[in-house]
């Protein structure tokens, strides 16, 4: 005798070699023995053998009609055995009736199990609902796979254009465009962004760095909203002054402007003159709500996103031509540069001239800045005399001497140059810091900074204030000594076109300047949360424009087709580049002193996890004192 039975989910069928009546011991087709009870038998029959039933049922039931099952059976439940003499007309062989059990178990949709063997037709509104799931299913199934034969042929499908940021930054994996996605991405051994832009969904690594950086900090894209224009403010006193500013070429946010202005008696009036778009929009403002969710203008090499519109821009920079809002520290100083007297004031000031370092360098430099004889130009006097007073205010704060051996380099992109890498033709130059134009304006914001800090202080007014000690920055409302600067205290207002910082210090500066009230109270919990958010924020966007520097640096190296290049040891197997300032890794370099000069072999670059492989060559040089070497040592983190 042989049985047909249910084990695992599974059916299968076996030799009785026992029968004590409640159980059965039971040999399958594979040799194992098996003791079943009796109730989980569903059939006990005398021919043909085990694997023959099984294999003859599942190819009868292959041409059953399951629709046509479902039609001809009752309503009410049932048991396969049944059913098959039913449906056959006769009393059923062993195979007819596994056949028919073997079709209703393979169609949960069409039948109900309700119990060993016994089953229940579905009701027919459930099962055109279960139908319609299944041919759902069927087209998404469809789908998906046309479009993932569409992604490993090199072509991107419409639907999954659509939701082309989504699937690169943040993807739904319940989707079926991600699920054809992911599928591709198997298929080619390709990551998500490698595919997609194979497929010309990127139109260069470029994109997929600024459009990350898009989804997550501006998702509606990096347009303005709709706002009420910013009115320039009126019955403003006029500065008898001529201002002009110092600016790279690409500077539109012209936010500091100065002037020299003989004094009666001797000496001069030194005018420190800062944009003022305080006196145009108010806190709670629109413009105020655009400049608080942008908090800082964010730069990257070969363009910016401003924080505020470029109408708002272009109403309060400091534009050569015309007379500006601004607010104004004046000091009063000797011949010999000593400072008699300060005074700040809210005004409109006369911009003469916008100075651009390219156009000034050349003839005011640390070659030319002492020399009788170096060349004549226009503004020579002035610049001449603000540089030996700011030479004055950097020996006052005791931090002479600080940076003059640092290089500074300057990226410039030219967006109409093509390359193999996309659109974008790198330069990227070289500058000392430290020069008396750098010297002038940092010494001078520095003085201003401090100066209306500790106005505020001394008012009453909270304000936002850098403070350093023990060596960390931070941000906080109440004036602390900066020790990097060496000043009491230090309020960023120099920039209020592209800093929230500055624009909510200019509003509290104006405030005391004015006699009115200030827009944020003492403890205000407002001003603790823009301190919050602007120190997250700005450091977001630093580390994303440390990021573009680093991935145009290897744009660099690749339009140069640089394979060997000349690196300087940071620290064990860290080295920066000579030429452009990429840091990176090479760990096939023996250890070397730091600030050894090293020539290395360019292997890889990879300009969408932004990596690069180089390999050791030899060593050019060792360090020629300990003071470069330790220069070198104490480099910031890669």
């Known amino acids: 005798m042989f049985v047909l039975y249910e084990e695992d989910g599974a059916f299968k069928a076996g030799t009785i070699l026992a029968d004590n009546e409640a159980t059965l011991q039971v040999e399958n087709t594979h040799g194992k023995r098996v003791k079943l009870k009796r109730a989980n038998v569903l059939l006990e029959y005398r021919e043909p053998g085990p694997s023959e039933l099984l294999s003859r049922a599942e190819a009868e039931a292959e041409a059953l009609d399951t629709e046509f099952l479902w039609e001809v059976c009752g309503d009410d439940e049932f048991a396969f055995a049944d059913f098959a003499a039913e449906y056959q007309g006769h009393k059923p062989t062993p195979v007819e009736s596994a056949a028919i059990l073997l079709r209703l178990h393979s169609a949960p949709i069409w039948f109900h199990r309700k119990g060993k063997g016994r089953f229940r037709k579905a009701p027919a509104e459930i099962l055109q609902a279960a139908l319609a799931g299944l041919e759902k299913k069927r087209q998404q199934a469809a789908a998906i796979e046309h479009m993932r034969g569409e992604l490993v042929d090199g072509r991107m499908p419409p639907e999954l254009a659509a939701l082309l940021p989504q699937a690169l930054y943040r993807p739904d994996r319940n989707r079926n465009e991600i699920k054809a996605l992911e599928a591709a991405c198997v298929d080619t051994g390709l990551s998500s962004a490698r595919l997609l832009l194979k497929c010309g969904a990127l139109g260069s690594s470029y994109d997929f760095h600024y459009n990350r950086f898009l989804f997550e900090h501006f998702p509606e894209g990096s347009g303005f909203p709709a706002f009420a224009p910013a009115p320039l403010p009126s019955a403003l006193p006029r500065a008898n002054v001529a201002a002009f500013s110092i600016d790279d070429a690409s500077t539109t946010e012209i936010d500091d402007a100065f002037s020299v202005t003989p004094r009666a008696g001797g000496g001069w009036r030194i005018g420190i003159h800062i944009a003022a778009p305080a006196l145009g929009f108010a806190r709670g403002t629109e413009l105020d709500a655009i400049a608080r969710r942008r908090l800082s203008t964010i730069y990257m090499p070969g363009g910016k996103i401003t924080m ?8 309060f ?17 000797t011949a010999g540069l000593a400072i008699v007297g300060e005074e700040s004031r809210v005004e409109c000031v006369p911009i003469v001239a916008n100075l651009r370092h390219h156009d000034i360098e050349p003839f005011f430099n640390d070659d030319t800045v002492h020399g009788e004889d170096g060349p004549d130009f226009a503004w020579k006097r002035e610049l001449t005399l603000l540089w030996d007073l700011a030479t004055v205010l950097e ?23 093509h390359t193999a890498d996309g659109p974008g033709h790198v330069s990227i130059g070289r500058r000392m810091r430290g020069s008396p134009m750098d010297k002038l304006v940092a010494e001078l914001m520095i003085h201003a900074n401090f100066t209306w800090g500790r106005l505020l202080d001394e008012a009453g007014v909270p304000g936002l204030y850098r403070a350093q000690g023990g060596g960390k920055v931070r941000m906080t409302t109440v004036a602390a000594p900066h020790e990097g600067l060496g000043v009491e205290c230090y309020a960023w207002s120099s920039s209020p076109l592209r800093r929230y910082v500055d624009l909510v210090n200019q509003w509290q500066i104006v405030s005391v300047l004015q006699g009115s009230t200030p827009a944020f109270a003492p403890r205000s919990a407002d001003l ?3 301190l919050r958010d602007f120190e997250l924020t700005y450091a977001e966007y630093a580390e ?18 640089r394979g060997e290049v000349d690196a300087t040891v940071l620290r064990e197997n860290v080295v920066r580049l000579s030429e452009v300032p990429l840091v990176f890794r090479v760990p096939s370099m023996p250890l070397q002193l730091p600030g050894s000069q090293v020539r290395l072999v360019v292997e890889r670059t990879d300009l969408l996890d932004v990596e690069v492989d180089a390999r050791f060559q030899r ?20």
């Open 317 to 333: 920079t400091l534009t050569e031509g015309r007379d500006c809002p601004a607010v104004s520290l004046y000091l009063d100083v």
């Open 395 to 417: 020996a006052g704060r005791g931090k002479a001497g600080g940076n003059e051996d640092r290089i500074d380099f300057g990226f410039s992109v030219d967006w109409a140059q």
């Open 619 to 638: 060593t050019l040089a060792e360090p020629e004192s300990q003071d470069e070497s330790r220069a070198a040592d104490a480099f910031g983190p890669l």
């Open 528 to 530: 603790m949360a823009a």
């Open 544 to 561: 994303f424009q440390r990021g573009m520097e680093r991935y145009w640096c290897l744009r660099w190296l690749r339009q140069h087709g």
């Open 308 to 315: 505020l519109p470029d109408e708002v821009v272009q109403t």
